[in-house]
């Protein structure tokens, strides 16, 4: 199995999902199943298999006014239009894959998907964490010079 370098003890593996919500439901049904649903069903399991972090982000429509200022100006016109951004920071991929192999996951979360994400449309990347910004607060050599 692939992982993290040995040298690199201090890197977070994260995994990033970009979801888009079952045809032909709302959004507010939608954000509500992976709150009230979802969420209960997986986190317990999760932080027993080492993720250290798990971050929803509940997209919705913005008016191009608040996205003109949030976003920058020139990006407004390529705004993705996922519905969720799920992001879940993981600090033993060994761990991670043996919960994957749970019959709790395979049975209870993983089945739970199709009732609220179009799963052929969902993608996700994986990749390291690199934090630069805590708490409001500058880390490790990122103060200007």
Do not use: C
């Given at each position: 199995?692939?992982?993290?370098?040995?040298?690199e003890p201090k890197k977070l593996l994260i995994l990033t999902t970009f979801?888009?919500?079952?045809p032909g439901m709302d959004l507010e049904e939608y954000h509500k199943h992976?709150?009230?649903?979802?969420?209960?069903?997986?986190?317990?399991?999760?932080?027993?298999?080492?993720?250290?972090?798990?971050?929803?982000?509940?997209?919705?429509?913005?008016?191009?006014?608040?996205?003109?200022?949030?976003?920058?100006?020139?990006?407004?016109d390529e705004m993705w239009d996922f519905d969720a951004v799920i992001t879940?920071?993981?600090?033993?991929?060994?761990?991670?894959?043996?919960?994957?192999?749970?019959?709790?996951?395979?049975?209870?979360?993983?089945?739970?998907?199709?009732?609220?994400?179009?799963?052929?449309?969902?993608?996700?990347?994986?990749?390291?964490?690199?934090?630069?910004?805590?708490?409001?607060?500058?880390?490790?050599?990122?103060?200007?010079?």
């Open positions: 199995m692939a992982s993290l370098s040995e040298d979801a888009y919500r079952k992976i709150s009230e649903v979802h969420v209960p069903l997986s986190s317990e399991i999760m932080q027993k298999y080492g993720v250290v972090k798990r971050l929803i982000a509940h997209n919705w429509k913005v008016p191009r006014d608040v996205a003109t200022v949030v976003a920058d100006p020139y990006k407004v879940t920071v993981v600090s033993d991929v060994e761990k991670f894959a043996r919960m994957k192999k749970e019959a709790y996951w395979k049975e209870k979360v993983i089945t739970d998907w199709p009732n609220f994400t179009d799963t052929k449309r969902t993608r996700v990347t994986v990749g390291w964490l690199e934090e630069r910004i805590r708490d409001g607060e500058l880390l490790d050599g990122d103060q200007k010079r």
